[in-house]
Structure formats: structure tokens, C-alpha cells
């Protein structure tokens, strides 16, 4: 492994990397490619077997992939033997006494009554009330929390939690371990995990994903532009939006999940193959 120093210009050039055919210098470093002044001029070994000279780059980055990669251990731990979920997501603002946090509350009774577990970001809001309703209904209820830098710890209503350090390893959790996704009104962290899981679909990194927007009037606005001016544009195809499904009711969102998830049983293997 090697880590790459970013020298300043008046430095001379780097002596490391192997020349190409074109004469130029370039160094892989398993995806990446360095070329010109990214070209580190010593190599890891070299600097590992200096005993003199700054260290500090042996105690920082390389110990993050460690704790990255215990992040994803603890999460498949933790995660693996959950059978079948659905994450539910939604802003961490919605209060109790708004409509959308008992829709949430009966999509998460709903899936839990047709078997599945529910799984949301463990803070408060949408997340609270979605695990509400699957712990009230006897159902698993899951949080996969996130550190903040403004601690709001799990909602009381969680009942297998994991936090996470990083965005990126918990959202593989989301995908990983449910077999669809609601999506009630949220901001940025919803959209988000939204647009992620849309990708995901769109690309075939997964299949047969199911997508539940609740509230045609909170997502209509955004339908529209989808609509109009992305599909106008020709960045994304009309049939692309056939990926979701807007609705009220919350048993509509639970019959949506529920009728993809039993068409994903019966399709061919390779339909049911997930990059996650
Ligand atoms: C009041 C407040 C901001 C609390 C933050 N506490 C949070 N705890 C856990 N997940 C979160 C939190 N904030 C955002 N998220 C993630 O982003 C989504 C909600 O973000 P937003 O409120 O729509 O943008 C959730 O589905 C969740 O996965």
C-alpha cells in the first residue's frame, strides 16, 4: 500500500512511478492513478523502512480503513440473521403530532403484520415513528443510527441498534438488508437515501427494489420536475420514473412491498442479484 505526499510546485520532480511508453512517469495504487506531480517520490516500503523522518501518515489513514472495514464486520453481524426487512426513511424534524409520523407509524405495523422487520436511521421523527409502530406491533424494530456531531442518540423505540461512523457503510446496511424502501416526507437525508436506492435500480446494481413515496402532495413537485425537466433534458428516461411508486395510504405502500418482494421470490436468479 502507499499513500501519495502532494508536494508544492517548486519541488523537484518525483522520482518514483515507472515510465510509460510515452515517456511519462505514472504510478498505480490499486484504482488510482497518479501521473506528473502525483507521482509519489518514495515508495511505502521505502518510508517504512526509514527510521528517521516523519511518521505520521503509519498512524492516521491506514487505522480509518480499519475502522471502516469494522464497521461493515459489526453491521453483517449484527444484521445477517434479520430476515426479511424493509427501511423506512423520512425527516428526523416530524413531530408526533404531524399526519406523516402515523402513516410511518402504520407502514411499519403494516409490514410488520405481513412478517418483515423494519429498519430506519434509529434519530427521532419519521425514524421514532416508524419504530413506534413495528415495536408496538410485536414486530423487529431496527436502527442503524449515525454518529452526529449533535448527539441525539437512538430513539427509544429501537430495538437492535448499530451506529455507525460513516454515511457510506450504513447506507450498504439499508440496501443490504431490506427488500424495498418507503420513503415518507424528509429533507436532505432522505433525498439522499432516496436518489441512492434510485441509482442502485437504475443501474442494476439491484433489482426488483421496490421504492414507496408517502404523500403525493409532499413529492409531487419533485415527480414534476423529474417529469419535465430531467426527462425533458434527456438525463434520466421517462421509464426510469416507473421505479417508484407514489401513494396516501399507507396499506397501499405495504401492498406495493409485499407484491415486488413475492415477484422477486419467483424471478431467475440472476434477477435477484445485488451488487451489495
Ligand atoms: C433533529 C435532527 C437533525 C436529528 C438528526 N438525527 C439523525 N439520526 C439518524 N439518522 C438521521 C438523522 N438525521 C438524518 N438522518 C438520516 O437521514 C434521513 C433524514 O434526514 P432528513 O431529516 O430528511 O434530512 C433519515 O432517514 C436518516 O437515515
New binding site residues.
Given amino acids: 500500500m502507499t499513500t501519495v505526499s502532494h508536494r508544492a510546485p517548486q519541488e523537484p520532480p518525483p522520482e518514483g512511478g515507472k515510465e510509460t511508453s510515452g515517456g511519462r512517469r505514472e504510478h498505480r495504487k490499486g484504482p488510482v492513478l497518479l501521473r506528473g506531480g502525483q507521482v509519489p517520490r518514495e515508495t511505502t516500503d521505502q518510508r517504512l523502512l526509514e527510521s528517521a523522518g516523519d511518521a505520521d501518515w503509519v498512524h492516521s489513514d491506514p487505522w480509518r480503513v480499519l475502522r471502516i472495514q469494522a464497521e461493515f464486520v459489526e453491521g453483517f453481524g449484527a444484521l445477517a440473521e434479520v430476515g426479511r426487512a424493509v427501511s423506512?426513511?423520512?425527516?428526523?424534524?416530524t413531530k408526533a403530532d404531524d399526519p406523516y409520523y402515523a402513516k410511518a407509524e402504520a407502514v411499519a405495523r403494516g409490514l410488520v403484520g405481513e412478517g418483515y422487520a423494519v429498519i430506519?436511521?434509529?434519530?427521532?421523527?419519521?425514524?421514532e415513528a416508524a419504530n413506534k409502530g413495528a415495536s408496538e406491533a410485536g414486530g423487529v424494530s431496527i436502527?442503524?443510527?449515525?454518529e452526529?456531531p449533535?448527539e441525539?442518540g437512538m430513539n427509544p423505540y429501537v430495538e437492535l441498534g448499530v451506529n455507525f461512523r460513516y454515511f457510506f457503510a450504513?447506507k450498504t446496511m439499508?440496501v443490504k438488508y431490506s427488500q424495498g424502501f418507503v420513503v415518507l416526507?424528509?429533507?436532505?437525508?432522505?433525498?439522499?437515501?432516496l436518489f441512492e436506492s434510485l441509482t442502485l435500480v437504475q443501474t442494476r446494481k439491484v433489482t426488483q427494489f421496490p421504492i414507496v413515496l408517502v404523500g403525493r402532495e409532499y413529492w409531487s413537485g419533485l415527480l414534476d420536475w423529474l417529469r419535465t425537466t430531467v426527462a425533458d433534458h434527456g438525463t434520466i428516461s421517462t421509464h426510469d420514473l416507473d421505479l417508484l411508486h407514489v401513494v396516501d395510504d399507507p396499506e397501499e405502500a405495504v401492498r406495493i412491498v409485499v407484491t415486488a418482494d413475492a415477484e422477486l421470490a419467483t424471478a431467475s436468479p440472476e434477477a435477484q442479484s445485488s451488487a451489495t
Fill in positions: 423506512v426513511f423520512g425527516s428526523a424534524r430506519t436511521g434509529g434519530g427521532p421523527g419519521i425514524m436502527g442503524l443510527g449515525i452526529l449533535f441525539q450504513r439499508f416526507p424528509g429533507g436532505f437525508g432522505t433525498f439522499d437515501e
